[in-house]
């Protein structure tokens, strides 16, 4: 079983950065695909942005904005969500997805971590 950990959440007052990470346990990320989802209270979640496996390809969905940047170190087993400038309506559980694959469209994304909050309120 592929175990993901997502952590940095917490509390932010609007127009703070936070940055998120998500690590691999008991596996090595270099052959996988991740994305970042995130569900906020009341709402679907939603799609926000997918890392090819050597880190050359990023994608984000249309709606995510602008302030949002993910990346990843492989050397260290983790991909990252870097969120700058963030607003109330960033509030929500943030989640990490793996795929087995070098690139994100085909893969299956099967393996999740467990999420982790973010709370944008002054």
């Known amino acids: 079983q592929l175990q993901l950990v997502e952590s940095g959440g917490g509390l932010v007052q609007p127009g703070g950065s936070l940055t998120l990470s998500c690590a691999a346990s008991?596996?090595?990320?270099?052959?996988?695909?991740i994305k970042w989802f995130r569900q906020a209270p009341g709402k679907e979640r939603e799609e926000l942005s997918c890392?090819?496996?050597?880190?050359?390809?990023?994608d984000y969905a249309d709606h995510v904005p602008r302030r949002f940047t993910i990346s990843r170190d492989n050397a260290k087993n983790t991909v990252y969500l870097r969120m700058d400038n963030l607003k109330p309506e960033d509030t929500a559980d943030y989640y990490c997805?793996?795929?087995?694959?070098?690139?994100?469209?085909?893969?299956?994304?099967?393996?999740w971590g467990q999420g982790t909050r973010v709370t944008v309120s002054s």
């Open positions: 997805a793996a795929g087995r694959g070098g690139y994100c469209l085909g893969t299956t994304f099967s393996s």
């Open positions: 008991g596996f090595s990320l270099e052959h996988f695909s």
């Open positions: 890392i090819s496996s050597a880190g050359g390809r990023t």
